[in-house]
């Protein structure tokens, strides 16, 4: 409790001096108010936790870290003019709210981490599965992962663009499922799921870092206690490098570096000469979208504060309710955050089909100004409770059939980076969808025991 009241009073006097010293120290050092803020967080709410593990693969620390880690990182870019876009900086040189923006996301983070602490809801434990379950499931993930790969083509005509989403369910399926079982060869399946989409998607960096952070969940809450060691500082260290390093292959198949490719190997062999470019730090930050999203994030909600005619009310949260609604029968129907934003601040990029994601505060603060403080603390609490369902069901070998929770769990951060409520509510419709499906389809295929009638032989 001491200790509680004495961070919150750090907090406190942070976000007072952020705010006093106005915009142009906000701007010029807002990477170490940020930092601040991020490693109060992690004191207070991470290195204090019983259970950090919990805390640390929380929806609520990881939309903390990724905003934070984006927001410190770009403000120096900035600073630093390791920018590519005469745009961006021209826009950023005129910012004059850098203070109440600040002020604004450190708010939104301490109202994400605080909703956790909040008594979660009751859980009913779900019965395990059997082994004949296990392998049903097993056999039914392997035949649509392979038929969604090979006909790929076809598929993406009747489904669209969500052929990747399917192929994701159960791929999470299969990995989870080889985690219940504790089986030592699931590291080189992680590796493979990581390589298949590095491969096959446009997007491959995004799909990686999702895989990533999915499946550490899952290893982190059954079996890895959150406490450093030498081996396990190794561990991390490779895998981050691995990781990062699985980042700039992506990066120059997708042509950053004017490399020429023309195999899934060669830009392994470019690797040396992309890192060693005069302009890799410009390349790097654009790539892993440093500029981008904390260039995007600002911009909006300078927007907002400038003119309140912006504000949208709410419309862009409510707008899953017009999903399956056409525009034509109802013309009033609400535009998406990522429409208006996007149109708004290139409005022919936008009429050629581009677009604008803001991060999830960002979006909040269009919506409802300053009060989106505490519409973001009722969101991470909702989410939260779905979150602290999958713990549960994690660590007490519960039935797969919570697996839909992992699927969200896993497109979540999609929806912090900026996709939209609406993009996000599909995502979730279709883990819940297969997820009904499958569990129908186990139900269909298991054989009921009937036991024979009891036949007495007369003599």
């Known amino acids: ?34 930092a601040a803020n991020y490693l109060l967080i992690i004191l207070q709410f991470v290195i204090n936790s019983k259970d950090r593990s919990r805390i640390l693969f929380s929806p609520s620390f990881l939309t903390v870290s990724y905003i934070s880690v984006f927001l410190i990182l770009g403000s120096f870019i900035f600073k630093s003019g390791i920018v590519f876009s005469k745009t961006y900086i021209h826009h950023y040189e005129s910012w004059n709210h850098c203070h109440l923006i600040n002020l604004f996301f450190m708010l939104c983070n301490l109202a994400a981490m605080h909703s956790l602490r909040l008594p979660s809801l009751t859980i009913r434990k779900k019965p395990k599965d ?34 990747g989403q399917v192929q994701t369910f159960f791929f999470l399926l299969i990995s989870y499922i080889l985690l219940k079982k504790d089986n030592k060869y699931r590291y080189f399946f992680y590796f493979i799921i990581v390589l298949y989409f590095s491969i096959i998607s446009p997007f491959g960096k995004r799909a990686a870092a999702q895989f990533f952070v999915s499946l550490s969940f899952l ?49 392994f062999k470019y690797i040396p000469e992309y890192i060693s470019n005069d302009n890799f730090a410009k390349l790097f930050a654009e790539n892993l979208e440093l500029n981008y999203t904390y260039f995007h994030s600002n911009q909006s909600v300078n927007y907002a504060i400038e003119d309140l005619n912006n504000i949208s009310l709410g419309s862009t949260i409510i707008k899953p309710i017009f999903i399956f609604i056409p525009r034509s029968t109802f013309e009033k129907k609400p535009d998406s955050m990522i429409k208006i934003y996007t149109s708004k601040f290139d409005k022919h990029f936008y009429n050629r ?20 403080i505490f519409f973001i603390f009722i969101l ?48 979730i419709l279709i883990g819940w969808f297969i997820n009904e499906c499958l569990n129908f389809t186990l139900k269909l295929l298991k054989i009921p025991n009937i036991k024979q009638p009891m036949t007495s032989r007369i003599s």
Not at 390 to 417: A, C, E, G, M, T
């Open 1 to 34: 409790m001491v200790k509680g009241l004495i961070y919150n009073q750090i907090h406190f006097l942070l976000l007072f001096s952020s705010f006093i010293l106005g915009n142009e120290i906000n701007k010029e050092f807002g990477h170490f108010i940020i």
């Open 219 to 267: 290893e982190s809450i059954r079996y890895f206690h959150i406490n450093l060691n030498l081996k396990k500082i190794i561990s991390i260290s490779l895998v981050t490098v691995v990781f990062f390093s699985i980042i700039i292959y992506m990066s120059i198949r997708r042509g950053y570096g004017d490399f020429e490719i023309n195999n899934i190997f060669q830009p």
């Open 353 to 372: 089909g581009g677009s604008y994601p803001i991060c999830l505060y960002s979006e909040f603060f269009w919506n409802f100004h300053y009060l989106g």
């Open 380 to 427: 991470f609490y909702l989410i939260n409770q779905l979150y602290l369902r999958l713990v549960y069901h994690v660590r007490n070998d519960s039935s797969l059939k919570f697996i839909w929770l992992l699927f969200f769990y896993h497109y979540f951060l999609v929806y912090v980076r900026g996709s939209g409520l609406d993009l996000f509510f599909i995502y």
């Open 130 to 163: 059997s082994i004949s379950d296990l392998k049903i499931y097993l056999i039914i993930s392997i035949i649509i992962i392979l038929t969604f790969s090979f006909l790929r083509n076809y598929l993406s005509m009747i489904i669209g663009g969500y052929v």
